[in-house]
């Protein structure tokens, strides 16, 4: 499985972006998808996670309420859209795969890891 994160670029302060994950092979419906950011001169965070199905999904505290993870089976995209963003949501964003529980991703579990794609929040 290949992943490809876009839909990244520069937004104000309380904006919307949407960025997605496209993928190549046929397994990708079957796995949990998340996203992971990393800001300049920090470590990498966990965003979000989604099961294989959509039907469970798990937020980090700091994006919770504001951003949404969700999938496309049927076009082996994944989602996530962010609105009343922040300037702590700069970061380079990217998205991840794999055969395991979505929670796992929240460990860092996982088997397939995209490029990523730039956020700038200006404020």
């Known amino acids: 499985v290949q992943l490809q994160a876009s839909g990244g670029g520069v937004v104000q302060t309380g904006d919307s972006l949407r960025l997605s994950c496209a993928a190549s092979?046929?397994?990708?419906?079957?796995?949990?998808m998340g996203w992971f950011r990393q800001a300049p001169g920090k470590e990498r965070e966990f965003v979000a996670a989604?099961?294989?199905?959509?039907?469970?999904?798990y937020y980090a505290d700091s994006v919770k309420g504001r951003f949404t993870i969700s999938r496309d089976n049927a076009k082996n995209t994944g989602y996530l859209q962010m609105n009343r963003m922040k300037p702590e949501d700069t970061a380079v964003y990217h998205c991840?795969?794999?055969?395991?529980?979505?929670?796992?991703?929240?460990?860092?579990?996982?088997?397939?890891w995209g490029q990523g794609t730039l956020v700038t929040v200006s404020s």
């Open positions: 092979g046929r397994t990708f419906s079957s796995y949990a």
């Open positions: 989604i099961s294989w199905s959509g039907g469970s999904t």
């Open positions: 991840a795969a794999g055969p395991y529980a979505y929670y796992r991703l929240l460990e860092g579990k996982y088997d397939y």
